[in-house]
C-alpha cells in the first residue's frame, strides 16, 4: 500500500473522494497526513474526522518561505509518503518539495489543460474562461506537477459537456464530481501499478528493500 501526502486549501471535496476511496479499498493506498495552509478549511475537519495527521503550513508558521518549503518536505519525509497529492491546494511548491518528490507530485485541474491553466486560473474563474472561449467542452485534468502552474506532463483526463445557459457556477458543479471520479480512478490505477510513475515504486517492498541494500553498500 503506498502512503499518500494531501495538500489542501479549502473545501477539500477531492480530499475527502480520494480518502474514502482509500478507506473502501477501491485506491490500494494510506492517506498518512494532509497538510493545509488555511488552518480554517474544511479540508482539514474532513481529514481529522477520518483520523488521518492534520498540519497547518502557511506563511504564518513559517513567514520564510525556503523554511516553509523545508517544513513542508520535512512534514512528508517523517510521514515516510510515497506519493503527494494535491487536491485543492493553492500555493506554489517550493525547489525542495519539487526536487524531493520530482516525479511523484500530482494535482487535478478543473480544465483541459494545457487549455485554462497557469497562473491565477483557479475555481472559478477556470469556467468562466472556458465559457467566455465558447467552448463546446471543458473537463477536469489529472498532471504531474513541475515549477510552472499547471504545466507538468498530462496523466488522464475527462471530457465534461458545455451545456446552454451554463453560468461559472453550474458548470463548476458539473465538472466537481468528474474530478472526483478521474482522480480516485488515477490514483488507483497509480497504486495498483497500472499507471507507471517512473520514480514511484508501489511494491514498498522492493523500495525497502532497495533502501536496504543501499545501506549495505555504504
Ligand atoms: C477543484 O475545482 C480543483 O480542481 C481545483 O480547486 C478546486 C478544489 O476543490 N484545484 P476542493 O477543495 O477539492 O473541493
Redesign the pocket.
Known sequence: MIRLGLL????????GAIIAACREGRIAATPVVVIGNNSGAF?LERARHAGIRVVHLSNQTHPDPAALDTAMAATLAAHDVDLVVL??YMKRLGPQMLERWRGRIVN???SLLPKFGGKGM??ERVHAAVLAAGEAVTG?TIHHLTEEYDQGPIIAQVLVPVEPGDTAATL?ARV?PH?HALYVDTLARIARGDLILPELSVDRGTKVRLRDAEAQSE
Do not use: M
Not at 8 to 15: D, I, K, P, Q, V
Open positions: 489542501a486549501s479549502h473545501s477539500g471535496s477531492n480530499l479540508a487536491a485543492g487535478v485541474h478543473p483557479y475555481g477536469a463548476a466537481l474530478e
